[in-house]
């Protein structure tokens, strides 16, 4: 026996001048997730409907959107969280700018990325001599699941309503890859003169992140966003303006420039 049935899906349709929610009846089988029904709804009643998505399996990070209000991977969305008489909302992701109906134009994230200056080598040593702790390593491989969806930079509060904070924040996903790199054992930033702590405060918009954790719970890769990326870069941060030896070097180069 067939255990098909039909669920509402409410659907935003529109483009950057505006739009509004359609309401949809759709098929659906067991087993089936949101981003297979958006593509029932694209074969047999909106053609025309616009969805990013590549790979199905949760690794891409192309098909986010906002599911009932929660962003979330339309892929990694099983049906079978809803009861079949709910009504399924799926917006774009709210935090960036539409381009047609469920597709928003990421590239705020792309800009942020492009400001956090890369892994410096050490200068001593040779690709192939690089040795880490198992510790180290583990950590790294933590931030490096990223599947660049962009959902913990779509739900966080302080982009989320507020487009005047993005010139000055870096948004979760892009101060995980600072703390990262201001962590990592082998990178010689500091000694090229690139202070990480510093450029986290005053050019990536650290003070911004109040540690709500929203970013953490909507990671599909399960990152610990908060706890062990930005809660380590505000202490390593506040060391840093705390430590008696980096005091004294600010007064005596305030003096000499005075
Ligand atoms: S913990 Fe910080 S970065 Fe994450 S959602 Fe909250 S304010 Fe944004
Ligand atoms: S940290 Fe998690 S939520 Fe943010 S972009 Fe990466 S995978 Fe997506
Ligand atoms: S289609 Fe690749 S993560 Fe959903």
């Not at 929203?214 to 990152?223: L, Q, R």
Request: charged fraction near 30%; hydrophobic fraction near 35%.
């Amino acid at each position: 026996m067939s255990d098909a049935y039909r669920a509402h899906f409410r659907v935003w349709r529109g483009d950057q001048d505006g739009g509004d929610l359609r309401d949809f009846e759709v098929e659906v089988h067991e087993g089936e997730v949101v981003l297979d029904i958006v593509h029932r709804l694209q074969a047999t009643q909106a053609p025309d409907l616009a969805v990013r998505w590549n790979c199905k399996a949760g690794k891409c990070g192309s098909c986010s959107a906002e599911i009932n209000g929660r962003p979330r991977l339309m892929c990694m969305t099983r049906m079978s969280v809803f009861t079949r008489e709910e009504t399924v909302t799926v917006t774009p992701l709210r935090a960036f700018p539409v381009v047609r109906d469920l597709v928003t134009d990421v590239g705020f994230n792309y800009t942020k990325a492009r400001q956090v200056p890369a892994f410096v080598p050490p200068a001593e040593l040779a690709p192939g001599e690089y040795r880490m702790t198992q510790e180290d390593v583990d950590r790294s491989q933590e931030f490096r699941k990223c599947i660049e969806c962009f959902l913990c930079q779509d739900t966080c509060h302080v982009v989320r309503d507020h487009e005047e904070n993005k010139p000055a924040f870096a948004g979760p996903r892009f101060l995980m890859r600072v703390a990262e790199l201001d962590m990592h054992p082998l990178d010689a930033a500091e000694a090229s003169g690139l202070d990480r702590k510093t450029t986290a405060q005053d050019e990536h918009g650290l003070g911004y992140c109040n540690i709500t954790k929203c970013c953490t719970e909507v990671c599909p890769e399960g990152i610990k966003i908060t706890d062990n990326a930005l809660i380590p870069l505000k202490e390593r941060a506040a060391d840093r303006k705390y430590d008696p030896v980096v005091w004294l070097g600010n007064k005596i180069r305030r003096r000499s420039s005075s």
